[in-house]
């Protein structure tokens, strides 16, 4: 199959890239039929790096990014079909950047003599020990735990590919490990644990929380999330973080601040309907309601949640006991009718194109299933405002690494006992504040991921927060580059 574009409703993507190595001949032109054959499939060519060149012709390094292996594959095909071509190799870009796993343990301290040794090992480190034994919460001090924190899942929905298990999950959980440390400065190492058992993630994880200041739960599926974060933060003293639940309601709350600022209305005066009703979904629904809204309908795969609604149990019957103040019974597509905001977790379909153009003036659209949004944004461009998506390849992308880095990295700093709803209203604000209120705009309601100013002005925010909840262990910022403080001295010195 040959077109002019990719699949339908998709764009080429780094994560579908890849590198052939082709030779051909030296010859004016030679390398036009291959950039043809490339657009000519839809895909975009990238990087074109000269390998060599020999008597036999040159030998170059093309990469090229597609919108799904299916589509590379007919890349390749067509290439290969040119005469005096020859493609040598193809090379996976993603596949080789996970080649070993993408993180690694070092030392801090080099070990290159005796006494290095001595002080880092046997006999020395028995000292650290017993000074920990006697006073524990020396440990956040002495040892890693006050700055690293454990990502740990079971698999069981993992990036809206479901179930995949512990082993699949681990790419997932070591990414999430390097973004902590880039832009957190925080130390986070991948639990993936072989159980579905929630009394046995329980106790797994109230058997390593010594080595650990916080817990960062991930792609666990609802509705045993609820229960295990429940039971961690009622027996655990770090703070217990569910990210799919807490760390996209954080980020929905910022983009959400701004995309009223820009269209000019108050939280309590707009009518706000959240489609999906997961464990994202409710996060984003109550933390919305924290922040004020009074108008607020959620929806799930039945339509709108509602009291009489038989089949409704647990966090959901609770969310319809806390919203539609109006009764409204029906479809999500129903709820959309006259809304100011439509926040969608949940899945391609969700809601229509035709619902979003019965919703109120200069309405708001949050469409962020991923990698297919509910509704496509070229559908619904005209007919609203501000259109926010989960991809990288729209405007106003809404991800969860604007919030995690820096909501541990400020609860860390203050050795915080847990996050409380103060925290992520904090941190939502810091977010949405990173933007200066001369540069909101349509198409700029959230941060870029890659704004280094995000991390530490949630950290700041939420440190802030957990003080005055009275959640802090320490009333205090540490201070880059301040000289040991009294706690660090060891005893007797």
Not at 408 to 436: H, N, S, T, Y
């Amino acid at each position: 199959m040959s077109s002019l574009q990719a699949p339908a409703g998709l764009q080429p993507s780094a994560s579908y890239s890849f590198t052939m190595r082709i030779e051909l001949r030296q010859l004016p032109g030679a390398f036009a039929s291959v950039a043809h054959a490339v657009g000519a499939e839809g895909a975009i060519l990238g990087a074109i790096d000269l390998v060599r060149v020999d008597q036999r012709g040159v030998i170059r390094d093309v990469t090229v990014a597609c919108v799904d292996a299916a589509h590379g594959e007919r890349v390749v095909a067509a290439v290969r079909a040119l005469d005096g071509i020859k493609v040598v190799s193809v090379s996976d870009r993603t596949f080789l950047m996970h080649k070993g796993g993408k993180i690694e343990v070092r030392p801090k301290v080099p070990i290159k003599t005796r006494d290095d040794l001595s002080m880092a090992y046997t006999p020395g480190v028995a000292r650290v020990s017993s000074a920990i034994a006697a006073d524990p919460e020396s440990a956040w001090t002495l040892t890693i735990k006050g700055h690293t924190v454990a990502v740990v899942s079971d698999g069981t929905a993992v990036l809206g590919l479901g179930d995949i298990g512990p082993e699949a999950a681990m790419p997932v959980m070591e990414g999430k490990a390097m973004l902590f440390k880039d832009l957190g400065g925080v130390d986070a190492f991948p639990l993936c644990v072989n159980t579905k058992d929630v009394d046995e993630i329980v106790k797994l994880v109230q058997q390593v929380s010594p080595a650990f200041g916080g817990i960062n739960l991930e792609d666990i599926s609802a509705p045993r999330c609820f229960e295990i974060e429940r039971r961690l933060k009622e027996t655990l003293d770090i703070p217990v973080f569910h990210d799919d639940q807490h760390g996209t309601a954080v980020v929905v709350l910022a983009a959400l601040l701004n995309a009223l600022r820009v269209v000019g209305k108050r939280a309590e005066d707009v009518n706000v309907v959240v489609v999906g009703a997961g464990a994202a979904g409710l996060a984003c629904a109550k933390i919305i309601l924290e922040h004020g809204v009074n108008d607020l309908i959620s929806c799930d795969i039945n339509g709108i949640l509602h009291p009489d609604r038989e089949d409704l149990e647990g966090e959901l019957a609770a969310m319809a006991a806390r919203s539609n103040k109006r009764g409204l019974k029906g479809t999500a597509d129903d709820a959309l009718a006259g809304a100011d905001v439509v926040v969608g977790v949940s899945a391609p379909g969700a809601f229509s194109p035709d619902a979003v153009k019965t919703m109120a003036k200069d309405a708001i659209v949050f469409a962020m299933a991923n990698p297919t949004p509910e509704v496509q944004p070229e559908d619904c461009w005209q007919h609203v405002a501000i259109m926010a998506t989960g991809r990288s390849d729209y405007p106003n992308q809404i991800n969860n690494v604007l919030a995690f880095p820096g909501i541990f990295r400020g609860a860390l700093d203050v050795r915080a006992r847990g996050i409380d709803e103060a925290m992520k209203l904090a941190a939502a604000r810091a977010i949405a504040a990173v933007i200066p209120e001369e540069e909101l705009g349509p198409e700029y309601i959230v941060p870029s991921v890659f704004n280094r100013a995000v991390a530490p002005a949630v950290a700041a925010a939420v440190a802030a927060a957990a003080i005055e909840s009275g959640i802090a262990r320490r009333e205090r910022l540490p201070v880059q580059g301040a000289p040991p403080t009294e706690e660090m001295k060891l005893p007797g010195f």
